[in-house]
């Protein structure tokens, strides 16, 4: 509650409050408020119809008062935010919708936790509970904020919280699918902050549907030197356009937490599980982009075709990598891709990329070619991309950009207390269900090698 300096001075004057009451925090003065309103209402009750009109002619409620306004539940937690940073480059990185990603505010942590924790007594856990702040976190999310998710069988990507709390009552309706989007975004922000891949991917927002249906189309090529008179060949568009579909699939991350915290503060249940489910789902999408089998996930690198095949390295079958070796990888690829926007990186794990780093500058000179700062992960001056899921003896190098990865708005969210081993720990497993789907989009920007030593 705000209490203007007016009221104040009121409550002061006709005996409510003491002069001498810190004037800057209002929480002292609300016991002399309730007070005064008790009052007022008591006196109300005993005005005849003159009373009345003398009292509305000579008072009016908001001169006495001042104005006041009921604080938000959400209003107690900090809402500050501020552009975010990746872990490693220390630049900002953007997410679906082409926006620049932001740290996750307490006031937004409180939101989702009072979610979670919504979830857990609709599962009837025991110790989970709501109280009246974890109530008034929820009316906020119902009345002020968006939602999305799955209603039946449609996606929905922006529905309004006073249509959700039915939906959500009603278990026949699918409303179990459906969450506020700012539990949606807190999710994303990890992987997006900590993976090593999936920031420079071209990501894309899906609003419906299980597959995504584009399309590649090939470049027209110019002739000169057509003498006047002379037929010109016109171009052939046979296969010039090719379907390029991607499914969207379930990709399912879960995060373990003690039933007894499911009692505590709203933002420390909202940070807990965010941050474990985010850091669940940055280890899946790295590995799906690099080695996805392209059925049940999406297609990586590793399985999609018409990638450039270097073939096998200059020593040989199984041969330690050679500096000709990286070079070939580069420039398999085009100069027209290899452009600073589309953000061409080598792609391995981090032994593959150790034995790179190795490769000194001859048998009498131990210096290193790429220099002795080994952790600064670069190649060429090429960013790597670290994997661990890969072999050793596969790497690849090519367009992050041209990697394409679609992510549909709105999570699925359950809790289950089931089994053995969650009983005899007293233990609760939240688990989300984020639908994405990916494919590179130009198979000739991508070169790799699978032969290099195991």
Not at 76 to 84: C, G, L
Not at 142 to 162: C, P, Q, R
Not at 320 to 345: P, T, Y
Request: glycine share 8%; net charge negative.
């Amino acid at each position: 509650m705000t209490i203007s300096a007016d009221m104040k001075n009121w409550l002061v004057k006709h005996g409510y409050a003491d002069s001498g009451l810190d004037r800057s925090d209002d929480n002292l003065w609300v016991d002399a408020v309730e007070k005064a309103a008790s009052e007022a209402v008591d006196f109300a009750h005993m005005l005849r119809d003159d009373d009345v009109e003398l009292v509305e002619r000579k008072t009016a409620a908001e001169q006495v008062f001042g104005s006041v306004r009921l604080k938000k539940a959400s209003e107690r937690y900090s809402h500050k935010k501020s552009v975010a940073l990746h872990k490693t480059t220390g630049l900002p990185v953007t997410d679906e919708r082409g926006r620049q990603v932001e740290t996750t505010s307490q006031k937004e942590l409180a939101l989702c936790g009072a979610f979670m924790k919504s979830i857990a007594v609709k599962s009837g856990v025991s110790e989970a509970s709501l109280d009246e702040h974890d109530k008034e976190l929820l009316h906020e999310l119902y009345t002020d904020h968006k939602w999305a998710g799955k209603i039946g069988n449609e996606y929905v990507s922006e529905l309004d919280g006073s249509r959700v709390k039915s939906l959500l009552d009603d278990s026949a309706s699918g409303g179990l699918e459906l969450v506020p989007i700012v539990f949606d975004e807190a999710i994303v922000q990890t992987p997006l902050l900590f993976s090593e891949v999936l920031p420079y991917v071209d990501l894309r927002e899906v609003s419906r549907g299980s597959r995504v249906e584009g399309a590649s189309i090939a470049n027209v090529e110019a002739t000169f030197g057509t003498p006047e008179g002379t037929a010109i060949t016109p171009f052939d568009t046979a296969d010039m356009v090719s379907a390029l579909d991607t499914d969207i699939e379930r990709c399912t991350a879960s995060c373990e937490v003690g039933r007894d915290m499911l009692a505590d503060s709203p933002a420390a249940v909202g940070s807990l599980i965010v941050e474990g489910i985010g850091m669940s789902m940055l280890n899946k999408l790295d590995t799906v982009i690099a080695m996805g089998n392209g059925t049940t996930e999406p297609l990586g690198l590793s399985v999609a075709s018409g990638l450039t095949d270097i073939g096998n390295p200059a020593g040989g079958a199984g041969a330690a990598i050679a500096i000709v070796d990286l070079e070939e990888m580069l420039f398999s690829v085009g100069k027209e891709v290899r452009q600073k926007a589309w953000n061409c990186s080598y792609v391995c794990n981090d032994t593959w990329y150790q034995r790179a780093r190795s490769i000194a500058v001859g048998a009498a000179d131990q210096r290193l070619v790429f220099g002795m700062n080994v952790e600064d992960y670069t190649i060429f001056g090429r960013k790597v991309c670290i994997v661990n899921a890969l072999p050793n003896n596969e790497a690849y190098f090519g367009a992050l950009k041209r990697y394409r990865l679609y992510r549909r708005q709105g999570q699925s969210v359950r809790i289950t207390t089931e089994g053995r081993e969650l009983a005899l720990k007293n233990h609760a497993l939240y688990v989300v269900t984020m639908r994405v789907g990916g494919r590179p989009v130009q198979a000739d920007a991508w070169s790799y090698s699978d032969n290099f030593q195991a």
